[in-house]
T-cell receptor, first 114, second 112 residues
Framework: NAGVTQTPKFQVLKTGQSMTLQCAQDMNHNSMYWYRQDPGMGLRLIYYSASEGTTDKGEVPNGYNVSRLNKREFSLRLESAAPSQTSVYFC?????????????FGAGSRLTVL | ELKVEQNPLFLSMQEGKNYTIYCNYSTTSDRLYWYRQDPGKSLESLFVLLSNGAVKQEGRLMASLDTKARLSTLHITAAVHDLSATYFCAVLSQGGSEKLVFGKGTKLTVNP
């Protein structure tokens, strides 16, 4: 997963706790994404950011906030974690030449909410 | 709203056999992607299909796109155990939103 670094890789939270998942890229790309993956559900888009300072909602944004303060970093925050947010979270960046728009994914962050 | 459906969701096959995974999508798009995911790992890009009739091949995998039918196929030829993984198709939503919508994935198991 060269170029996309996610932290932490694993986290256990209690219901109501807050935390931030961090994503950083070293390839100077504009577009960054946060997906969650649940068994049998594929990947669902939470939020994405087309450029520094802009963010847009995806399919499942409720319960999350994001921040894109600079081009390199895109963070995902859970203000009050719920068991339904137990999932594997993937950050991705859009790479490839003009017209390709390939998403390159980070290694993932496994979150458990008790 | 763009919907992406894959079938089958589970596929168990013997080594040496051929099979096809199907990916249907509900609204117009001119970009379709196939990804592979091994258990506990991230997603790896396999193919990008950018136009009607596009065909890409890599080893025992071949992907094709029919934009008129809104259908992509991933064909597996003479399967080997190393191909066991979950395969996802993903479709780019039109209208400049840059949203990539994924299917639920096909879990492929290749048995010796």
């Amino acid at each position: 997963n060269a170029g996309v670094t996610q932290t932490p890789k694993f986290q256990v939270l209690k219901t109501g706790q807050s935390m931030t998942l961090q994503c950083a890229q070293d390839m100077n790309h504009n577009s960054m994404y946060w997906y969650r993956q649940d068994p049998g559900m594929g990947l669902r888009l939470i939020y994405y950011s087309a450029s520094e300072g802009t963010t847009d909602k995806g399919e499942v944004p409720n319960g999350y906030n994001v921040s894109r303060l600079n081009k390199r970093e895109f963070s995902l925050r859970l203000e009050s974690a719920a068991p339904s947010q137990t999932s594997v979270y993937f950050c991705a960046i859009r790479t490839g030449g003009a017209g390709a728009n390939v998403l390159t994914f980070g290694a993932g962050s496994r979150l458990t909410v008790l | 709203e763009l919907k992406v459906e894959q079938n089958p969701l589970f596929l168990s096959m013997q080594e040496g056999k051929n099979y096809t995974i199907y990916c249907n999508y509900s609204t117009t798009s001119d970009r379709l992607y196939w990804y592979r995911q091994d258990p506990g790992k991230s997603l790896e890009s396999l193919f990008v299909l950018l136009s009607n009739g596009a065909v890409k091949q890599e080893g025992r995998l071949m992907a094709s796109l029919d934009t008129k039918a809104r259908l992509s196929t991933l064909h597996i030829t003479a399967a080997v155990h190393d191909l066991s993984a979950t395969y996802f198709c993903a479709v780019l939503s039109q209208g400049g939103s840059e949203k990539l919508v994924f299917g639920k994935g096909t879990k492929l198991t290749v048995n010796p």
